[in-house]
T-cell receptor, first 112, second 111 residues
Framework: EAGVTQFPSHSVIEKGQTVTLRCDPI?????LYWYRRVMGKEIKFLLH????????ESGMPNNRFLAERTGGTYSTLKVQPAELEDSGVYFC??????????FGSGTQLSVL | GQNIDQPTEMTATEGAIVQINCTYQ??????LFWYQQHAGEAPTFLSY????GLEEKGRFSSFLSRSKGYSYLLLKELQMKDSASYLC????????????FGTGTRLKVLA
């Protein structure tokens, strides 16, 4: 069974540019989550999809971040325009039940 | 406020036993999780406690005391491959799927 895949694994962009991160969850997992880890800090919740609907987006930092999950399959997280403080590792996770999250390896985003 | 505390780093010897503690203060509680993360890889699920007591799974065990806001992960017969970060996470009140993570404990296993 394929795990959660994220693309790209690394992205280096300049301040003011746009970046789109992609997550493909495990097939059949209705729940999809985005988390972020800023250097030296804990992993923090960004948002949660159930199928194509945003269930909870209380962790989204500001309106420069836009997450979508069209069709309830893969999800994208767009940052536009990127700022220096957006640098970090962006993790996607999916789950079938609410007990166990399956994480992707993350996208390391560096904003210069 | 929401807070999860765990030690930043621990070192132990191959074959030994190590206990990683986690204390939490959260506005709701619906389960405590431990994840293992090797550098550059995805966090992987280790254990889940929702009731008080000890859950054992092979070399790994996890304990929970809800009244004390306390958990620990016990790793026995340490192996070099156990060198990793161990993340403690709490799931919020029923109805929310939001997980609150600690900063993780980096465990080094020495030969």
């Amino acid at each position: 069974e394929a795990g959660v895949t994220q693309f790209p694994s690394h992205s280096v962009i300049e301040k003011g540019q746009t970046v789109t991160l992609r997550c493909d969850p495990i097939s059949g997992h209705d729940n999809l989550y985005w988390y972020r880890r800023v250097m030296g800090k804990e992993i923090k919740f960004l948002l949660h999809f159930v199928k194509e609907s945003k269930q909870d987006e209380s962790g989204m930092p500001n309106n420069r971040f836009l997450a979508e999950r069209t069709g309830g399959t893969y999800s994208t997280l767009k940052v536009q325009p990127a700022e220096l403080e957006d640098s970090g590792v962006y993790f996607c996770a999916s789950s079938f039940s609410e007990v166990k999250l399956f994480f992707g390896s993350g996208t390391q985003l560096s904003v210069l | 406020g929401q807070n999860i505390d765990q030690p930043t780093e621990m070192t132990a010897t191959e074959g030994a036993i190590v206990q990683i503690n986690c204390t939490y203060q959260t506005s709701g509680f619906n389960g405590l999780f431990w994840y293992q993360q090797h550098a550059g890889e995805a966090p992987t699920f280790l254990s889940y406690n929702v009731l008080d007591g000890l859950e054992e799974k092979g070399r790994f065990s996890s304990f929970l005391s809800r009244s004390k806001g306390y958990s620990y992960l016990l790793l026995k017969e340490l192996q070099m491959k156990d060198s990793a970060s161990y993340l403690c996470a709490v799931r919020g009140p029923s109805g929310t799927y939001k997980y609150i993570f600690g900063t993780g404990t980096r465990l080094k296993v020495l030969a």
